[in-house]
T-cell receptor, first 115, second 113 residues
Framework: SAVISQKPSRDICQRGTSLTIQCQVDSQVTMMFWYRQQPGQSLTLIATANQGSEATYESGFVIDKFPISRPNLTFSTLTVSNMSPEDSSIYLC????????????FGEGSRLTVL | SQKIEQNSEALNIQEGKTATLTCNYTNYSPAYLQWYRQDPGRGPVFLLLIRENEKEKRKERLKVTFDTTLKQSLFHITASQPADSATYLCALRGRGAGTALIFGKGTTLSVSS
């Protein structure tokens, strides 16, 4: 396993602003993913953060709204742009160490509240 | 589209009993089925996985079964304890490296003493 640190752990934001969430892993990992967990809902994959190239987004998520960076094998950021109350959610960074079984390890999440 | 259903949102049992959680899925043929535990305000923690060619897996007080014909997994916690109270998530993964996990909504288990 690894230590996965997310910052901020929580924040309250104003409508129309943007916030960047950071995810730092204490070892190099093959894959990094960003999930969203809305209240009472399952985890929904936003995108796969690819090292050195553009992220791969899932249906319903676009780069303009959720730009992602992954400059190296241990760090990624997710920005939630032009926020609205509907973006209030927990955002989770997760990592895959490349095992064939594909279990994921998660950060503690970033709880965003948009007013 | 792919769909995962976990039997109920909440399950309440008494300490010492066996908790059984159900995960059903449609329109998918997973290579692996995984179970995670999530405590309030925390990220999910991996518990156990079972492969498509396995029927049953055990780990301490946990047991998972996988029926690919019924498209169903059962997750059992025997001799349950109040510390087992949490939300349990079922997740599916297909074949191929980098295939993303698809999660169910979870079942919140409460074990009373």
């Amino acid at each position: 396993s690894a230590v996965i640190s997310q910052k901020p752990s929580r924040d309250i934001c104003q409508r129309g602003t943007s916030l960047t969430i950071q995810c730092q892993v204490d070892s190099q990992v093959t894959m990094m993913f960003w999930y969203r967990q809305q209240p009472g809902q399952s985890l929904t994959l936003i995108a796969t953060a690819n090292q050195g190239s553009e992220a791969t987004y899932e249906s319903g998520f676009v780069i303009d709204k959720f730009p992602i960076s992954r400059p190296n094998l241990t760090f990624s950021t997710l920005t939630v742009s032009n926020m609205s109350p509907e973006d209030s959610s927990i955002y989770l960074c997760s990592v895959d160490f490349g095992r064939t079984t594909g279990e994921l390890f998660f950060g503690e999440g970033s709880r965003l509240t948009v007013l | 589209s792919q769909k995962i259903e976990q039997n109920s949102e909440a399950l309440n049992i008494q300490e010492g009993k066996t908790a059984t959680l159900t995960c059903n899925y449609t329109n998918y043929s997973p290579a692996y089925l995984q179970w995670y535990r999530q405590d309030p305000g925390r990220g999910p923690v991996f518990l156990l996985l079972i492969r498509e060619n396995e029927k049953e897996k055990r780990k301490e007080r946990l047991k998972v079964t996988f029926d690919t014909t019924l498209k169903q997994s059962l997750f059992h916690i025997t001799a349950s304890q109040p510390a087992d109270s949490a939300t349990y998530l079922c997740a599916l993964r297909g074949r191929g490296a980098g295939t993303a996990l698809i999660f169910g909504k979870g079942t919140t288990l409460s074990v009373s003493s």
